[in-house]
């Protein structure tokens, strides 16, 4: 998949988002990159568990107006690693999608332990 489309399906998961968390979404960027920063390239065969995406920011529950702007929180999804855990589009699309909410959420003030139960 092209980053073109890839950013796409990133967009229509915004676009799909209800009303109620979309107008919430403020000042966060939703960035893509083929990997992580260090990422360890492992061996053929080897098993290891590949981050797709990631959040950084305070998370909206925890901003204060007293707070000095640290700037925009964002999202990265990396696309080489979303890519590498899937095996044709429909999977690739159906990726992208869970890990922006995923990160999204993390974005809401979610824990993992949260987002598992949801």
């Known amino acids: 998949m092209t980053r073109e489309e890839f950013v796409n399906v990133a967009e229509e998961t915004l676009d799909c988002l209800p009303e109620e968390f979309r107008s919430r979404i403020q000042n966060v960027a939703i960035l893509v990159e083929d990997y992580p920063p260090k990422q360890s390239r492992s061996q053929p065969g080897q098993q290891r568990q590949l981050l797709l995406g990631i959040?950084?920011?305070v998370p909206a529950t925890k901003k204060s107006v007293f707070d000095l702007s640290?700037?925009?929180a964002h999202i990265v999804l990396y696309q080489?690693?979303?890519e590498a855990v899937c095996s044709n589009e429909a999977e690739l699309r159906h990726q992208i999608?869970?890990?922006l909410i995923h990160e999204l959420g993390h974005y809401?003030?979610?824990t993992e332990?949260?987002?598992k139960d949801v």
Do not use: S, V
Request: no cysteine; proline share 6%.
């Open 97 to 99: 999608r869970q890990t």
């Open 108 to 110: 809401f003030g979610m």
């Open 70 to 72: 640290a700037g925009p």
């Open 113 to 115: 332990e949260q987002l």
């Open 55 to 57: 959040f950084h920011g």
């Open 80 to 82: 080489k690693n979303i």
